[in-house]
């Protein structure tokens, strides 16, 4: 209840977390059908870049801030930025606000419901009054929207199957409870892949120390899913657990060929990105079902 992601938005954690996240809208809105997307860990939904908690640590500079201006970082690269690349960069400066640079950063909720559909619909869930009476503001006059007061691992229950019948669930929470925190993470999507055994489910994490992460990387492999994608950036070497040295997403039943859209973007994004020394990336399938 304590943490604030205006401190952290538009770090090197949130550029991959949402790169992502568009190519996995993306995937769904290749059909027709309407989808659903629903977040457990939905935030305030925007972010000022320029306002006190990001100015007291900067952390998008390091972020979204080297993709903005390549040329301090990578040597003038700007034009070869991956189409996911430029499209979600766009997708930011288009924001409402941004005319005269990226002034705002747009969390998950927003970022989705931007490349959302008319048809397609959202629930939002977040606990912390503060933040949740900000969503509802920010999502005020879009019906296509539903913001919950509320637990996001406990709404699952109650959300899941969506009416819409397909879909993407965002699991992104803030890791307060540190590495007990993936034990609810399991406990919440056994129950979900129960409930809705088709959905895709993206999980967000922190990778600090290697050894807290491998324990659920593990249990991905047994969770039943058909079709695991994990995708790593490491801007650090995973040995401190002094500071956030990368970050993951491991997304259950994966799209087909997530992994073939999201390569050369990853690949981009660690040239980009790399701070002392070269940034590493991971991209593989620890669950893939035999093909045929």
Not at 78 to 100: F, M, Q
Not at 135 to 164: C, I, N, S, T
Not at 196 to 215: C, E, I, N
Request: aromatic letters at 8%; hydrophobic letters at 40%; charged letters at 25%.
């Amino acid at each position: 209840m304590n943490y604030r992601h205006a401190y952290h938005a538009g770090n090197h954690a949130d550029v991959l977390k949402h790169v992502v996240l568009l190519a996995l809208v993306e995937a769904l809105r290749a059909k027709p059908a309407p989808f659903a997307f629903v977040d457990t860990h939905a935030g305030s939904g925007c972010y000022a870049l320029d306002g006190a908690e990001a100015g007291k640590t900067g952390e998008w500079r390091d972020g979204v801030g080297r993709l903005l201006f390549p040329d301090l970082h990578a040597h003038g690269e700007a034009a070869a930025l991956p189409p996911l690349l430029r499209r979600w960069l766009d997708g930011l400066l288009a924001l409402p606000g941004n005319e005269h640079g990226l002034k705002l950063y747009p969390g998950s909720p927003l970022q989705a419901a931007r490349a959302m559909r008319d048809t397609d619909g959202a629930q939002l869930c977040e606990l912390h009054p503060e933040e949740a009476e900000r969503l509802r503001g920010l999502f005020r006059r879009d019906a296509r929207v539903h913001v919950h007061q509320r637990d996001g691992y406990e709404a699952l229950k109650a959300l899941l199957p969506p009416k819409e019948k397909r879909g993407l669930v965002l699991i992104d929470p803030p890791y307060e409870a540190q590495e007990a925190e993936y034990r609810l993470i399991e406990r919440a999507l056994k129950a979900a892949l129960q409930r809705w055994p088709g959905g895709t489910y993206a999980v967000w994490y922190p990778v600090k120390l290697r050894s807290q992460v491998q324990p659920f990387l593990r249990w991905l492999q047994h969770c039943g899913a058909r079709r695991v994608l994990r995708a790593e950036l490491l801007v650090h070497p995973d040995d401190s657990p002094l500071r956030l040295n990368g970050s993951g997403m491991a997304i259950v039943n994966a799209p087909w060929k997530l992994d073939e859209t999201l390569r050369e973007p990853l690949r981009a994004l660690a040239r980009l990105l790399a701070q002392e020394r070269p940034a590493a990336w991971t991209l593989d399938w620890p669950v893939a079902e035999p093909a045929g």
